[in-house]
């Protein structure tokens, strides 16, 4: 036993005298990509971009886990869930009780996981959450529902997330009506000089 413990430590010594770390500096990246959009300057290029959500098709063990998380709870959640509940949902009606914020948690992954599979009916699914997010546009640029001021100022969490799964939804499809709810097209001269450039 005493023979043991005397190696076990003497190999640990030696392990770890044996392992070094280096920094490694990234390398500086100077090519520009037609196919990509990446930063412009003077911010620094990614190193990595962003593939437009459709431009894979997984095969293998990625291809099963997805067919996993698709018939599993991701896949499955509109059925089960309150906050997903369509009727009295904040994103379908004016003054819905629920679901301003988990809905586009949820739908950021549910939509890029149907825009990946191709499954028809989480393809529908996901038009019919992202036609109301379209269709909540304002015409003083706001979208989505319209909740509680704090301080005089609107909440926009669920705002932003809304952002990104309309952003992957234009990679998908081209639809240009995202990029109008985007730039929030039909605001009034008073927003736009007040909020944004």
């Given at each position: 036993?005493?023979?043991?413990?005397?190696?076990?430590?003497?190999?640990?010594?030696?392990?770890?005298?044996?392992?070094?770390?280096?920094m490694v500096r990234p390398r500086a990246?100077?090519?520009?990509?037609?196919?990509?959009?990446n930063n412009r300057a003077p911010l620094?290029?990614?190193?990595?971009?962003?593939?437009?959500?459709?431009?894979?098709?997984?095969?293998?063990?990625?291809?099963?886990?997805?067919?996993?998380?698709?018939?599993?709870?991701?896949?499955?959640?509109?059925?089960?869930?309150?906050?997903?509940?369509?009727?009295?949902?904040?994103?379908?009606?004016?003054?819905?009780?629920?679901?301003?914020?988990?809905?586009?948690?949820?739908?950021?992954?549910?939509?890029?996981?149907?825009?990946?599979?191709g499954d028809k009916a989480m393809l529908?699914?996901?038009?019919?959450?992202?036609?109301?997010?379209?269709?909540?546009?304002?015409?003083?640029?706001?979208?989505?529902?319209?909740?509680?001021?704090?301080?005089?100022?609107?909440?926009?969490?669920?705002?932003?997330?809304?952002?990104?799964?309309?952003?992957?939804?234009?990679?998908?499809?081209?639809?240009?009506?995202?990029?109008?709810?985007?730039?929030?097209?039909?605001?009034?001269?008073?927003?736009?000089?007040?909020?944004?450039?």
């Open positions: 036993m005493k023979f043991k413990t005397v190696f076990l430590v003497f190999f640990i010594a030696l392990s770890a005298s044996a392992q070094t770390a280096k990246i100077q090519a520009t990509q037609t196919n990509y959009v620094p290029a990614n190193p990595f971009l962003k593939l437009p959500v459709n431009a894979i098709t997984p095969r293998g063990w990625v291809g099963e886990l997805l067919q996993r998380q698709k018939n599993g709870l991701s896949g499955n959640l509109g059925e089960i869930s309150d906050w997903l509940d369509k009727k009295g949902n904040a994103w379908l009606e004016n003054g819905g009780s629920h679901g301003w914020e988990e809905v586009p948690y949820w739908l950021r992954g549910y939509s890029n996981l149907a825009y990946i599979l529908d699914e996901t038009k019919f959450w992202v036609e109301a997010i379209i269709r909540s546009a304002q015409p003083d640029g706001y979208f989505g529902p319209v909740n509680e001021t704090k301080d005089g100022r609107r909440e926009l969490w669920a705002n932003m997330l809304a952002l990104q799964i309309l952003q992957d939804y234009y990679d998908y499809s081209g639809d240009e009506r995202v990029l109008s709810v985007m730039k929030g097209i039909g605001r009034t001269a008073e927003a736009a000089t007040t909020c944004c450039p």
